[in-house]
Nanobody
Framework: VQLQASGGGLVQAGGSLTLSCAVS????????MGWFRQTPGKEREFGAA????????YYADSVKGRFTISRDKSKNTVYLQLNNLKPEDTAVYYC?????????????????????WGQGTLVTVSS
């Protein structure tokens, strides 16, 4: 399974970006796609997730109302729309795929519940 993340860049505070993560290779009958972010010296932090088949989204409190996760089944791609960006959103953003159900508010947040990871894309928000 390969995850290819893209869409990062430099944006001013208050701006927007759309991250994409294309999934290729082996397919699974049920899985969850997540977006995490990481800054130097800190642990990888959960941002958002979506159950692929049902389309149910989950968000961290820090991004709720500003970020939107979605997926396009025909393209095997998951998106993260980042709006009203803040300097503290600066991080490397990673997409991930988890294949072990159940998928719920508790299980989608730990990074250890994800089996496959993309390479990361850098988002820099200037003040």
């Amino acid at each position: 399974v390969q995850l290819q993340a893209s869409g990062g860049g430099l944006v001013q505070a208050g701006g927007s970006l759309t991250l994409s993560c294309a999934v290729s290779g082996r397919t699974f009958s049920s899985y969850v796609m997540g977006w995490f972010r990481q800054t130097p010296g800190k642990e990888r932090e959960f941002g958002a997730a979506i159950i692929w088949n049902a389309g149910i989204p989950y968000y961290a409190d820090s991004v709720k109302g500003r970020f939107t996760i979605s997926r396009d089944k025909s393209k095997n791609t998951v998106y993260l729309q980042l709006n009203n960006l803040k300097p503290e959103d600066t991080a490397v953003y990673y997409c991930a795929l988890g294949i072990r159900p159940p998928f719920n508010t508790v299980t989608v947040t730990p990074s250890t519940n994800y089996n496959y990871w993309g390479q990361g894309t850098l988002v820099t928000v200037s003040s």
